[in-house]
C-alpha cells in the first residue's frame, strides 16, 4: 500500500513530503519531478507568489542512482518567499512584532480554523490551509505519474472552461464516445494543453478566456472553472466492488475533492448521464479483432468501482478563487463590527495549475490500485505479477463459457 504525508506552511521555510511503498528499482529522475513542479506554477491569472517561487525538489532519500530504493522517498521543496516572512513565520515567538489577523474571508479556510483549533491570529488557518501545499502533493504525484508511465498508463488533462468558457469543439465528447485512440493520447493532450497559457486546447477559447481574466482583474474579482483528466493505457481490473472503500471511481472522488477549491467531480458523463435513457448512456460489449471492447465509454472507464480498460475520465469543477481585491463583507472579530474583507496577495484564477495538479492525484489514486492488484517488492516483480495477468486474461474471459 502506498501513502504520503506532506508538511509544512505556506511562508514556512520549506515543504516537506515523505512517500512510502513503492518499489524499488523505479528509473526516476528529479527533473522530471521538477518538470510537474514548473507545470504547476504556470498559467495565467495567477498572482505574483508564482514569480517568486520556482519550485524544484531536493531529493533526501529513497532514490539512488536514478533508481528507487524501495524505502521511503523524502523530498524538500524551498519556499524561496520565506525570508520576506521569517518574522510573521518565527517558530520562536515574537508575535509582539507583528498584527495579528482578525478580519476572516469568505470561502476561505480563515474562520472554520481559527474556530477548531482555537487560534488568535488568523494566520495560522491560512498558512496550512493554502494551495501552496499542492506543491509538496505534485511531488508525490509524480512518483506515481512515473511508475504508470513504466506500465504504459498515462495521465493528462486540459482545461475545459474558465468562468463559463468553454470550446465550441467538444473534445471530452470525443473521448466519453470513445472515438480518440488510447495509447498515449492522455499525454498527447497534456502537451497540447501545456501550450496554452490557459491549459485549453482551443485558441479562439484561450483568447476569449483571456479577455475575460484581464477584465475581472480590473474589477478585482475572480474565476473558478472547470478540467478534465484523462488515464490512457489502464489494464481492467483496477478497484474493486468487495468493500465500499476499495471502489476506484469512490478513491478517485475522493482525492479530487482533496484538492484546495474543488467542489464537483465526475467520472465519465455522470450528470448528463442522469438526464438520458439508460439505453443512451449505457457503453455497448462488442467483439473487435475477437477481443471483447465498448462502443462508448460514457462510464468513463470504471463499472462496479472496477476500471474497465477503457481511457479513465474524470471532469472537475473549482470554485472561483475566494480572496477577492473587491471585498465581501465579513466581521472583524476584534470589534464584532461589520467590515470588508482582507485581501492578501492572490490568485485571480488557478484553474489551469488546479488540472496540473489534478494529474498527480489521478496517477495517485491508480497507482495505489494498480500496487493493490499486482503488488511486488522491485518492479520486475510488479511487472511479471501485470504481464502475466494481461497475457492470461482473453483465455481466462473465455474459459468455462465455450459450448
Ligand atoms: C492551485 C491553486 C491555487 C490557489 N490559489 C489561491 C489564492 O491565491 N487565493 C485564494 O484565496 N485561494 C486560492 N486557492 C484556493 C484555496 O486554497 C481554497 O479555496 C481554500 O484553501 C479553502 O478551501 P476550499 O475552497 O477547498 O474549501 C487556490 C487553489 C488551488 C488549487
Not at 498508463?153 to 463559463?164: A, N
Not at 478534465?228 to 478513491?251: E, I
Amino acid at each position: 500500500m502506498i501513502r504520503f504525508l506532506t508538511a509544512g506552511e505556506s511562508h514556512g521555510k520549506a515543504l516537506v513530503t515523505i512517500v512510502e511503498g513503492f518499489p524499488s528499482n523505479l528509473p526516476i529522475h528529479s527533473d522530471y519531478i521538477n518538470q510537474q513542479l514548473k507545470r504547476r506554477q504556470s498559467g495565467y491569472g495567477r498572482g505574483s507568489r508564482m514569480k517568486i517561487e520556482s519550485d524544484t525538489v531536493q531529493v533526501l532519500s529513497g532514490i539512488r542512482l536514478g533508481k528507487t530504493l524501495g524505502s521511503p522517498i523524502s523530498f524538500l521543496i524551498e519556499n524561496k518567499d520565506w525570508v520576506n516572512w521569517q518574522e510573521v513565520m518565527s517558530i520562536e515567538d515574537s508575535s509582539e512584532k507583528f498584527k495579528k489577523i482578525t478580519i476572516p474571508r469568505p470561502g476561505h479556510a480563515d474562520l472554520v480554523g481559527l474556530s477548531k483549533y482555537n487560534y488568535d491570529d488568523i494566520r495560522n488557518s491560512i498558512e496550512r490551509s493554502s494551495a501552496r501545499e499542492t506543491a509538496a502533493r505534485v511531488a508525490a504525484g509524480s512518483v506515481a505519474k512515473k511508475f504508470l508511465e513504466y506500465f504504459g498508463i498515462y495521465v493528462g488533462s486540459f482545461v475545459e472552461s474558465i468562468g463559463g468558457i468553454y470550446s465550441t469543439t467538444d473534445y471530452y465528447y470525443k473521448l466519453l464516445q470513445n472515438k480518440i485512440s488510447q495509447s498515449k493520447s492522455a499525454i498527447e493532450v497534456s502537451v497540447k494543453a501545456d501550450k496554452s497559457v490557459v491549459r485549453v486546447l482551443d485558441d479562439l477559447q484561450e483568447n476569449k478566456i483571456i479577455k475575460k481574466i484581464k477584465s475581472i482583474k480590473k474589477t478585482g474579482d475572480t474565476l473558478g472553472g472547470t478540467f478534465v483528466t484523462v488515464a490512457t493505457g489502464v489494464p481492467v481490473g483496477l478497484g474493486s466492488f468487495m468493500q465500499f472503500d476499495r471502489k476506484l471511481d469512490a478513491d478517485i472522488a475522493f482525492n479530487f475533492l482533496s484538492i484546495n477549491a474543488v467542489k464537483g467531480v465526475e467520472i465519465g458523463n455522470g450528470f448528463e448521464n442522469a438526464e438520458q435513457h439508460g439505453s443512451q448512456v449505457h457503453d455497448e460489449i462488442i467483439l473487435k479483432n475477437k477481443n471483447l471492447f465498448r462502443k462508448t465509454n460514457f462510464s468513463g472507464g470504471i463499472e462496479g468501482g472496477i476500471s474497465t480498460g477503457l481511457p479513465i475520465l474524470v471532469r472537475a469543477a473549482m470554485k472561483p478563487i475566494s480572496t477577492l481585491a473587491r471585498p465581501l463583507f465579513t466581521i472583524d472579530l476584534s470589534t464584532m463590527k461589520k467590515v470588508k474583507s482582507r485581501y492578501e496577495r492572490s490568485d485571480f484564477t488557478a484553474v489551469p495549475a488546479c488540472s496540473v495538479i489534478s494529474e498527480s492525484v489521478l496517477s495517485w489514486a491508480i497507482a495505489k490500485h494498480f500496487l493493490l492488484k499486482f503488488g511486488g517488492d522491485s518492479i520486475e516483480e510488479t511487472s511479471d505479477n501485470f504481464n502475466s495477468f494481461i497475457r492470461k486474461l482473453p483465455e481466462r474471459i473465455k474459459k468455462g463459457f465455450k459450448s
